[in-house]
């Protein structure tokens, strides 16, 4: 398994943007499919975005598209979530996550960062 420890979360209002960063650790990082979770308050966690291993296949969730852009970086073991034009039902706890395929079952979770968009 690999370790991964979120960063760049916050308070932003409305219309704004956040950069969340997640470092994971382990030498078989670049192997790995990477993605975002979140989990808003009395809702389940939802997928929001992943990546292949090698960058080329992306996929996001339908209320992200066009506003969010996740990119990977494999020689720093990084994988990074660009949140632009932030609306306040984006607000919940957002999980990176690490596993194979389409990523429909994480093997590794981070602890996750919270995320607070005001109106």
């Known amino acids: 398994q690999v370790q991964l420890v979120e960063s760049g979360g916050g308070l932003v209002q409305a219309g704004g943007s956040l950069r969340l960063s997640c470092a994971a650790s382990g030498r078989t990082f670049i192997t790995y499919t990477m993605g975002w979770f979140r989990q808003a308050p009395g809702k389940e966690r939802e997928f929001v975005a992943r990546?292949?291993?090698?960058?080329?296949?992306?996929q996001y969730a339908d209320s992200v598209r066009g506003r969010f852009t996740i990119s990977k970086d494999n020689a720093k073991n990084m994988v990074n979530l660009q949140m632009n034009s932030l609306k306040p039902e984006d607000t919940a706890v957002y999980y990176c996550?690490?596993?194979?395929?389409?990523?429909?079952?994480?093997?590794?979770w981070g602890q996750g960062t919270q995320v607070t968009v005001s109106s």
């Open positions: 996550a690490a596993g194979s395929g389409t990523l429909n079952r994480p093997t590794s």
């Open positions: 990546i292949s291993w090698s960058g080329g296949s992306i």
